[in-house]
């Protein structure tokens, strides 16, 4: 008895290490389950050659997306196009998700890091309501990581993506040259650019607040740009205009 009981344990971490180095599950759609089968359909996730939905999650009012490229810039137009096939669909169908439904469409490299991500605006986001922006289904900020993205901070004429806030984080010890910011040109109806920059010590950086607006401007002049600010009292984050 002793002997099968030891045995058990070994079997069991044996399944585990070739689960994880079989092959990945993708969600697809014969396995997706949703809520919202006009909306997968309409917004293409399962019709790019390019795109791999890891994960998607219905909670409550919160729908989450997990999509994964291949194939560099190909790919990342795909998912760029499936965004804004959401919002094209969001303004024929006003009604169609329930009032403060939050959408997250998450960009993922293989590696599981998270390089980007597309988000709407609901009622009780405090930055919505410092921005002036209207809650409602439509993806209205992209955050992007300027450390680790790559396809996402190269300049490319076929990329269009109708979004009013951009969100970028940053950690170095000093803030991003003018070429990082040349992809910008992407979001000709940008509004709005947030900045989160920190040092290595994920402190807020302190940088050259006027010739980082000065890059931006070069690109969006008519953006508003902001720094995130930490208010010690409330032990909260804020807005602060910098053009």
Known sequence: MTRKFCIIPILII?????????????????????????????????????????????DGNE?????????????????????NKHNKFVENNSDYFKPDTSIFIINEYASEQNISNFGNFTSDDSFALEL??????????????????????????NIALDIPVISLGYKGMEAPHAEMYEFLSEFKNAE???????????????FDKNETCK?????LPNVEIYTEVLDDQQNEYHLERLD
Not at 31 to 58: C, P, Q, R
Not at 63 to 83: F, H, Q
Not at 197 to 204: G, I, K, M, S
């Open 192 to 206: 709005q650019i947030i900045l989160y920059y920190c040092d290595t010590d994920n402190n807020l950086l302190v």
């Open 215 to 219: 890059y931006i401007k070069n690109i």
């Open 132 to 157: 002036g922006r209207d809650s409602n289904a439509k993806i209205q900020c992209m955050t992007i990581d300027l450390n680790d993205a790559t396809c996402e901070k190269d300049k490319d004429d």
């Open 14 to 58: 044996l399944l585990a290490i070739l689960s994880a180095c079989g092959p990945r599950s993708y969600v697809n759609r014969f396995n997706i389950k949703t809520s919202y089968k006009e909306w997968v359909k309409e917004i293409g996730l399962f019709s790019h050659k390019n795109i791999k939905v890891k994960n998607y999650e219905e």
């Open 63 to 83: 729908i989450t997306v997990s999509l994964e490229y291949d194939n560099g810039l190909v790919g990342y137009e795909e998912l760029c196009d499936i965004v």
